[in-house]
């Protein structure tokens, strides 16, 4: 009897693709494992078992399998549910979804190898760069396709690699490689041979002549005594000693080196109990749990500042405390960033974040304890990229900011909106989902009107305080009136002054980043423009470069016009680094700070800026859209839209 199996391939073609397997694989595999599997003349990819079957291809012979990966399912029954109605929804390939959701690590790729052939050759017939490959496998069994561009100094080197091929000097072969790697701790022990006090004492007298020996030994005395696994590099800053002499112990038998595998990233926080809510927020509280009972998306319509975050905490312990999954989705890494430090002193190592910031492995070690249930997942942070985690327990999905346009992935496939998305893993899962914002998108909330969604209203503010003044200002006229100051109206800036005066500070924003969106010859109109995508290259006055924000295609600022030859080349329009630079002029005496895409590339890029603007280290920060997704300083008391 024939067995088969479906399998989703992470390329853009919309079918599964059969294979055949054994009838011990067909018992042992099960739908959601890995397997790697031969497709094309050469290529190997990781497929996911998506059926196992006993129908037959009729029109070609199936291929069988190159090799199993897995010991038990990497993605669950929902998820691929979940999947199939992405790529149905939105008219994309399963393969395309899978490649999205999976950490990258998981989709091994093969690697072209190249090894020496047995027979003599004769040296004659090899040209340079083929002779240069020869002579690298005379000392090394085997050369990957980039260790031989390495060697060569070369990009291209397929043509080589054939015509060795065709010499007979070389046989490829095609090998999988495994991309993440486990973190390992390096910790400290006793060797057996002393567990007795005698032997104890032995060994003291013994190292009597080695003092910082001893002196190593002695401090693993002193840390053992909290009865916990002693990592080397405590004891190294404990006793004061390098690592050098802990390896001669090791080398004399004295130690024993051993590691234990850790996640790269956890929470440690000392948790504190939730806040007292409200008479408002109770109230919504309330109402929330009351639409709960009979329908299963509530909008939370709350205005700024009513305290959400405060409401979403008690849902939150509710639903830990009922042994289930929490997912709150973000619509920003900035806000990702802020909302870890508040919840974290709720629920301490009981979060885990994942988003595009975090590294390969990071989000391994992620995916895995969101698999195994584990306690250090029970909330799952993070931004639209989370929705795909391998939830097996889910009570509960928070979308806060739901009206926010960032939710929805334009490039590459799949083009989703990970709003819509959570509201039916949640129907998969049976779980509940609120959606919050102080501003709701016009979906939900004819959504609320036709009753499909419950509505909750938060409309009083956390301590009663007033809604913000808004002023609107005339630039026009005030330009007229020849009463602005650069981009800055004089009410601006006086309003700017008496903020800093009251030591509070001010955000502005300005949705556009570099210095200017557009350079223009005054003699002849033309501004360059991007090669790929036909749009005006934005100037970029720190690196003096034009770069397009689309491709991220990039090249020096010209110093003359590339079509009259003119050198009267004037900027137009203003970005955040324009206005950076006309305060640093305005006002010397503080502190200025940038956020935006060129100034938060970093892993740690957010919270770095955000930690300092908090702890008032600066005064006027001036940032693009990532500023107005909700973050939350208590010393603001002016925000300004420059060009409203």
């Keep these: 009897m024939s067995y088969f199996i479906d399998v989703i391939l992470p390329i853009p073609i919309q079918k599964t693709f059969m294979y055949s397997i054994t009838k011990d694989e067909a018992n042992f595999l099960q739908k959601g494992m890995r397997v790697a599997v031969s497709f094309g003349k050469t290529k190997i990819y990781t497929g996911l078992v998506f059926k196992i079957h006993q129908i037959a291809p009729t029109l070609y012979e199936a291929k069988e399998i190159h090799q199993i990966l897995d010991k038990a399912p990497l993605v669950n029954e929902e998820q691929l549910k979940h999947w199939q109605w992405i790529s149905d929804y939105y008219m994309c390939s399963l393969g395309d979804v899978y490649r999205a959701a999976l950490p990258s690590a998981f989709l091994l790729e093969s690697e072209t190898v190249l090894t020496k052939n047995e027979q003599e050759i004769d040296q004659s017939i090899l040209m340079d760069d083929e002779f240069l490959i020869y002579e690298a496998l005379q000392y090394q069994s085997q050369l990957t396709i980039h260790q031989v561009a390495t060697i060569l100094g070369k990009k291209k080197v397929m043509p080589i690699v054939n015509s060795l091929l065709e010499k007979s000097v070389i046989r490829i072969q095609e090998e999988i490689y495994e991309q993440y790697k486990p973190k390992l701790v390096k910790y400290v022990r006793l060797h057996a041979n002393y567990a007795t006090d005698a032997s104890l004492e032995t060994l003291l007298e013994s190292l009597s002549r080695a003092k910082k020996q001893r002196e190593a030994v002695l401090s693993f005395f002193q840390l053992s005594a909290n009865k916990k696994p002693i990592k080397a590099k405590d004891l190294e800053v404990q006793a004061n000693v390098s690592s050098t002499i802990l390896k001669s112990l090791v080398h004399k038998n004295i130690f024993e080196f051993y590691h ?381 839209i420059l060009n409203a």
């Excluded at 939830?391 to 496939?413: A, C, M, R, W």
């Design 260 to 640: 234990i595998q850790t996640d790269r990233i956890s929470f440690k926080g000392t948790t504190n109990n939730l806040k007292q809510l409200n008479e408002f927020q109770e109230l919504a509280l309330k109402e929330i749990k009351e639409t709960f009972t009979t329908k299963d998306v509530t909008l939370l319509h709350g205005i700024t500042s009513s305290g959400k975050t405060e409401v979403y905490a008690k849902l939150i312990q509710e639903v830990l405390d009922a042994g289930k999954q929490v997912l709150f989705l973000l619509p920003e890494i900035a806000l990702t960033t802020q909302i870890i430090t508040r919840l974290q002193m709720y629920f301490g190592n009981q979060i885990s974040v994942f988003h595009s910031k975090y590294s390969m492995n990071e989000r391994v070690e992620v995916w895995k304890n969101v698999l195994e249930n584990k306690s250090k997942a029970g909330i799952l942070l993070g931004a639209r990229s989370a929705l795909f985690l391998p939830f097996s327990n889910l009570g509960l999905i928070v979308v806060d900011e739901e009206h926010e346009t960032s939710y929805k992935q334009f490039e590459p496939s799949p083009r989703y909106n990970a709003r819509d998305a959570a509201i039916v893993l949640a129907k998969l899962h049976a779980a509940k989902i609120l959606l919050g914002s102080a501003t709701p998108s016009l979906e939900s909330y004819f959504n609320t009107a036709q009753n499909k969604y419950g509505l909750v209203a938060l409309n009083r503010r956390h301590g009663d305080v007033q809604l913000p003044k808004i002023e609107l200002i005339d630039v026009k006229e005030k330009q007229r009136k020849k009463e602005m100051k650069g981009h800055f109206s004089d009410r601006m800036l006086l309003l700017i002054q008496e903020a800093l005066d009251a030591k509070e500070q001010v955000i502005l924003f300005q949705n556009r980043r570099g210095y200017s969106p557009v350079v223009e010859c005054k003699t002849c109109g033309v501004s360059p423009e991007c090669p790929n995508c036909d749009v005006t290259l934005t100037f970029h006055k720190f690196k003096q470069e034009l770069r397009c924000h689309y491709c991220n295609y990039q090249r020096a600022m010209p110093n003359s016009c590339g079509a009259c030859g003119s050198n009267t080349l004037n900027t137009k329009g203003f970005g955040t680094e324009q206005i950076e630079m006309e305060l640093k002029v305005l006002f010397p005496d503080f502190k200025i700070g940038r956020m935006d895409l060129d100034t938060t590339r970093g892993k740690h890029g957010y919270q770095k800026i955000i930690t300092a603007f908090e702890s008032k280290e600066i005064d006027i920060l001036v940032g693009t859209q990532m500023l107005s997704k909700g973050l939350d300083f208590e010393n603001v008391s002016l925000v300004g």
